[in-house]
């Protein structure tokens, strides 16, 4: 209605009486008294109840922010144990089952009359614990690609969301074209936190994942990439049997080709990029372009996108070949 003095009146008597744990309402209150202190031209008041409604915000925000951070951590911690007792349990039902093999083979040579009941006894045991042992060996494994995925998602996602934690709290720069620069940044670096998770969401949630998969996921993520250069892509997939993937592999070398393609379209300065997927006995990827190649000698002891490759290949223990010439373009092979 425009009644600034009594709106002004009323939201000053309730900034007195409401209570500090009324987050909403107090951001509210000097959002309103920030707004009728401009419409009546008394820009100093103005800005300190813009400056109280700022601080106010970013306080909450840091502490939700917190207590998000500190639940994440508490999940994590009592997975990760109950998944190592679990693993102990089983493994000391195997040592049990052991022991009690051994006690049968001995009361085997005692009693001859129950020699046909023991060997079907001790028989269907073995087979138990085989059962067991592979059974322990599944879980291992499982956990084994757990942690796997976990150190991937805390080594990337965790290292930029630090990265923008960081950057939130610093003291805000006055020269504009420094806070455009930083926010850039910021949302460059989001973006990527969102396209590392929904890849690893990707690998996560796939019911069945086979090398077709993989190959459509690589032909979206290049044409996305390529989509405004002049590069001509081109896919060759040769796969009569399609195999099944276990996610944290499949993550895995999808990083690889992904690491690939990215210098290609940072680097390489290619006119052409060939990508060949194929299975015979084994999986096969070759990221093939026609750009300004390198020196495999000297960059690879330099490069640490290089030495990321070889170690997700040693992962997958798989065989990874750098075929570079200067000025003729690379050629990088992965066989699993």
Same mark, same amino acid.
């Given at each position: 209605l425009r009644r600034l003095k009594d709106a002004e009146t009323l939201a000053l008597e309730n900034l007195k009486v409401v209570n500090e744990s009324n987050k909403s309402e107090l951001l509210n209150l000097n959002k309103q008294? /920030?707004? !009728?202190?401009?419409?009546?031209? &008394?820009?100093?008041?103005?800005?300190?109840?813009?400056? +109280?409604?700022?601080?106010?915000? +970013?306080?909450?925000? +840091?502490?939700s922010s917190n207590l998000a951070l500190a639940n994440s951590e508490k999940?994590?911690?009592?997975?990760?144990?109950?998944?190592?007792?679990?693993?102990?349990? %089983?493994?000391?039902?195997?040592?049990?089952?052991?022991?009690?093999? /051994?006690?049968?083979? @001995?009361?085997?040579? #005692?009693?001859?009359?129950?020699?046909?009941?023991?060997? #079907?006894?001790w028989q269907f045991s073995l087979a138990r614990i085989k059962k067991q042992k592979r059974a322990l060996e599944t879980e291992k494994k499982l956990q084994h690609d757990r942690e796997r995925i976990s150190r991937d998602l805390h +080594? /990337? #996602? =965790? =290292? %930029?969301?630090?990265?923008v934690m960081f950057s939130l709290e610093a003291d805000e720069s006055s020269d504009k074209t420094? &806070? %455009?620069?930083?926010?850039?940044?910021?949302?460059?670096?989001? &973006?990527? #936190?969102?396209?590392t998770l929904r890849e690893t969401i990707w690998a996560l949630n796939q019911d069945k994942l086979t090398l077709s998969n993989l190959s459509d996921k690589l032909k979206v993520y290049t044409r996305t990439i390529f989509s405004y250069s002049d590069t001509k892509?081109?896919?060759?997939?040769? !796969?009569? @049997?399609?195999?099944?993937?276990?996610p944290a592999d499949a993550l895995n070398l999808f990083r690889i080709c992904q690491e690939c393609i990215n210098n290609v379209f940072k680097h390489a300065k290619a006119s052409e990029l060939i990508i060949t997927i194929s299975k015979t006995d084994k999986i096969m990827i070759g990221i093939e372009d026609n750009g300004i190649g390198f020196n495999t000698a000297v960059t690879a002891n330099e490069s640490y996108g290089l030495e990321n490759l070889k170690l997700r290949a040693k992962e997958l223990n798989a065989d990874l070949a750098i075929d570079s010439k200067v000025e003729k373009g690379t050629r990088i092979t992965v066989i699993v």
């Open positions: 008294l /920030n707004s !009728i202190y401009a419409l009546t031209n &008394r820009g100093e008041l103005a800005i300190k109840h813009l400056q +109280d409604y700022s601080d106010l915000k +970013d306080k909450y925000f +840091d502490e999940k994590y911690q009592t997975e990760k144990k109950e998944a190592e007792n679990k693993l102990l349990l %089983q493994e000391n039902n195997i040592k049990t089952l052991e022991n009690a093999k /051994n006690k049968q083979t @001995i009361f085997l040579l #005692v009693g001859g009359i129950l020699l046909a009941t023991i060997i #079907v006894f +080594d /990337n #996602v =965790g =290292g %930029q969301l630090s990265y420094k &806070r %455009q620069e930083k926010a850039q940044n910021l949302a460059t670096t989001l &973006r990527t #936190v969102t396209n892509i081109k896919f060759n997939e040769t !796969i009569p @049997i399609d195999p099944e993937l276990n």
